[in-house]
């Protein structure tokens, strides 16, 4: 029998959110940590979790396990287990609604602060923008961002200031059009990101890099981003 | 876009800029001065206040310590903004800290050329 200890907060019912313990018999199978949830809501079908595609796709179950964050669906017990025990938490640093649920508003409003869309003010070609191979190579590794927040909600800068700091994630996605060749917003960008905080927050600890479950380099997008600002700005 | 008043060089940019700069000028300093001590074991005051009394030196000096002043500034303020919420607590801490930082400066100043 598995021991999970999970995080229950029910702001309707509950004062103060607390841990409750669980028994789960995976019958000695290394199922997925959301496996285990499902086991887990048919004894109590009022906890509360997000979860879609089931295969690391959506980035909706993004959640802290035995004090790591990542994907419940994708990762297996005997990736995170120690001990027979499983240790279950919201992404932390953000608001929790219910359970694991947590408010992804602020993780949201870094996004679409840095205008996650292509931007051309030239007129558009008949067809289509056209792109060499090798400036289509840029955009590797950072166009498969899912938003799972599991990078940005274990940055401690991102924890201190949420409402300022974009973020790991919000920051890839910012590179990513940063360095497309069809976006001619470039400088644009730049001026809103030299701040002390926006960019600079970030102290290239690197738990961003750490925690990816799609195997994604935030630090090392950041540290281009400050090379651009560098170029431009200097 | 955010707005910042009480930090160094008013954009993260030439903060950051200015916290590696300022790094490797004192690494550079300390190695320098970690060197000297080692390589001269039967160190006296003569020889002591002699290297101070170089131009070159309290140039190289001088540097450093408006170098730790740049960094501490920098370093500190970005502490003050992580874990200081309250704007009237942050607000005087950051004042006391730049304060600080220019008492030693300038006491840094007198000692180097006041001998």
New interface residues.
Partial sequence: MLQVSIYRYNPETDSAPYMQEFQVDTQGRDVMVLDVLHMMKEQDNGLAYRRSCREGVCGSDGMNMNGKNGLACITPLSEVVKGNKLVLRPLPGLPVIRDLVVDMGLFYQQYERIQPYLQNDEPAPAIERLQSPEDRDKLDGLYECILCACCSTSCPSFWWNPDKFVGPAGLLQSYRFLVDSRDTATRDRLSELEDPFSVFRCRGIMNCVAVCPKGLNPTRAIGKIREMLLADGS | ????VT?LGR???????IQRVSAVILALYTLFIVLYLLFNPNLDYATWSGLFAQTWMRIFSLLAFVSLAGHAWVGL??VT???LKPTAIRVTVQLLVILAIFAFLVWGIQILWGA
């Fill in positions: 876009m955010v707005t910042n930090n954009s993260g940019l030439s903060d950051w800029l303020w970005t903004t992580d874990y």
